[in-house]
């Protein structure tokens, strides 16, 4: 199964812009690239997907290799408010079925 | 108004009990899922369901039975429960298809003593 790495931890200062790098060298050419946090004591939330091409959304930007065996989530200004455990997914497609598998997930402490 | 609600929010229970946790969707979506995640954060998924119907089964113990009354309901119950088997529940659903987002429940936390 194709799988996502990860840092474990990561810190920023407040309002700086962060960046959450995942190595996904196993992708398969149909998998989406999803990216989602996890608040503390809440469920995870979706930030931003793609496939191939970069994409911008109100939440954050994703920046995909050209080979897609990597990407980056970019916060473009950290806020206390974004500390969190990010989780890079591919979202797996096969006979009908999408299913997410999980990276380990990078803590990111922002620092006022 | 929850999206998506899961009770209880917090359950203990000893070793050998049955347990069962609700899940409820309010967003009209047709595909749920249950994940586990456990101590170290990790979250795999566990089952989904399409429908009511059972599409993704993991390699999960047949002490897991998921049942889905109807498209809106996705309940997880669990036999002789063992130690190994605390971790967090988080339900979740979409509208079946790539790319769509997924929406999660606030968690299940289950401690087996």
């Known amino acids: 199964d194709a799988k996502t790495t990860q840092p474990n931890s990561m810190e920023s200062n407040e309002e700086e812009p962060v960046h959450l790098p995942c190595n996904h060298s196993?992708?398969?050419?149909?998998?989406?690239i999803h990216w989602y946090r996890q608040l503390p004591s809440q469920g995870p939330e979706y930030v931003i997907h793609?496939?191939?091409s970069n994409v911008n959304n109100r939440m954050a930007s994703l920046a995909i290799a050209e080979d897609r065996k990597s990407s980056t989530l970019i916060l473009h200004r950290a806020t206390l408010r974004d500390a969190a455990v990010y989780y890079c997914?591919?979202?797996?497609?096969?006979?009908?079925?999408?299913?997410?598998?999980f990276g380990t997930g990078t803590r990111l402490k922002v620092l006022a | 108004d929850t999206a998506v609600s899961q009770t209880p929010k917090y359950l203990v229970t000893q070793m050998g009990n049955d347990k069962s946790i609700k899940c409820e969707q309010n967003?009209?979506?047709?595909?749920m899922y249950w994940y586990k995640q456990d101590s170290k954060k990790f979250l795999k998924i566990m089952f989904s369901?399409?429908?009511?119907?059972?599409?993704i089964n993991e390699t999960v113990p047949n002490r897991f039975s998921p049942k889905s009354p109807d498209k809106a309901h996705l309940n997880l119950h669990i036999n002789s429960l063992e130690l190994g088997d605390s971790a967090v529940y988080f339900c979740?659903?979409?509208?079946?298809?790539?790319?769509?987002?997924?929406?999660f429940g606030p968690g299940t936390r289950l401690t087996v003593l």
């Open positions: 997914i591919l979202e797996k497609v096969a006979s009908g079925t999408y299913k997410y598998i």
């Open positions: 196993t992708i398969s050419g149909t998998d989406y």
């Open positions: 793609g496939l191939t």
């Open positions: 967003l009209g979506h047709d595909t």
């Open positions: 369901y399409n429908n009511k119907e059972l599409i």
């Open positions: 979740a659903s979409n509208r079946r298809g790539e790319y769509n987002e997924q929406f």
